[in-house]
Each structure stands twice: as C-alpha cells, then as structure tokens.
C-alpha cells in the first residue's frame, strides 16, 4: 500500500505505538529481527490502510498480530473484521497469545519460518476464549 494512501492520524499513531512497545512486542520485534538471514524482514506497528498491524511483512504479505487478554472478548469483533479486510488485500494474518511470545519464544519463530515456506495452509491461530490452548479454526475466525 503506498505511503500517501495511509491517513496521517494513523501513521502518527503507529509512530507512538513504536515508541512504547509492550513486553511481548519487544521480545516479538527480537524473534523476528532473527529471521532476517531467511529473507523475512518486517516492520513494527506498520499502517495497513486504516488498520495498524503489530509486525507486517509486506513482500510476503504476512501479518503477525499479538494478542493479550483484551482481544478475547472486548475485541472479537473488531480482530475479526481487521482480519478479513487483511485477507482481501492479500496477507495472511498469524495471531500469538503474549504468554506464548514471553514463553515460548522459540516456537513462535519456528511457526512464523513455516508460514514463510507454506504459503497455502493458513497458520494456527490462538483461541479468543482466554490465553493459552488448544488453537481455534485456521481461518482465525470463531465457528
């Protein structure tokens, strides 16, 4: 998406978003600056149209997005929306818990690399009824 088509208000909101990261963005953003030697090279808190995704990598029109307890039931609706309009620009949309980022650093990348080389299969995507779990459909969506 050119530069000029993102709305000033929401670039400069992901400008502050960048200047205060969570604790799980920042272990996020270090998970991610290692899979660079494999061509993966995202941005943070990276303007998408209206929407602002935590880490976008836009070659490989993937979006890692990474969800506290506030987006399992006050921001449903909202994730679910933002996810849909993601996947008809063409970016496949990955979701982790933060306990599973601060946790579980590892695997995370590992899921991440795989989504590199697996374009066709949606990745898991982590429930919306509370942290930690069995993952929800695929598709991100609740059934």
């Known amino acids: 998406m050119?530069?000029?088509?993102?709305?000033?208000?929401?670039r400069e909101?992901?400008?502050?978003?960048?200047?205060?990261?969570?604790?799980?963005?920042?272990?996020?953003?270090?998970?991610?600056?290692?899979?660079?030697?494999?061509?993966?090279h995202f941005r943070r808190q990276a303007p998408i149209g209206a929407y602002i995704a935590?880490?976008?990598?836009?070659?490989?029109?993937?979006?890692?997005e990474i969800d506290g307890s506030q987006?399992?039931?006050r921001r449903l609706s909202y994730d679910?929306?933002?996810?849909?309009?993601?996947?008809?620009q063409g970016y496949r949309v990955l979701r982790f818990w933060n306990?599973?980022?601060?946790?579980?650093?590892r695997s995370v990348?590992?899921?991440?690399?795989?989504?590199?080389?697996?374009?066709?299969?949606?990745p898991p995507t982590p429930p919306?009824?509370?942290e930690g779990g069995t993952p929800a459909r695929a598709d991100g969506l609740q059934s």
């Open 80 to 88: 679910e929306q933002r996810t849909i309009w993601l996947r008809s």
């Open 13 to 40: 909101h992901a400008q502050r978003m960048r200047r205060a990261p969570t604790d799980a963005e920042r272990r996020m953003w270090h998970i991610l600056r290692t899979l660079k030697p494999f061509g993966m």
């Open 71 to 73: 987006h399992a039931e």
């Open 54 to 64: 935590d880490f976008a990598w836009h070659d490989g029109k993937l979006v890692i």
């Open 99 to 105: 306990a599973d980022v601060l946790k579980a650093p």
């Open 2 to 10: 050119p530069h000029s088509a993102i709305a000033k208000r929401t």
């Open 128 to 130: 919306h009824k509370g």
């Open 109 to 122: 990348g590992e899921a991440i690399l795989a989504a590199r080389t697996d374009k066709k299969t949606p």
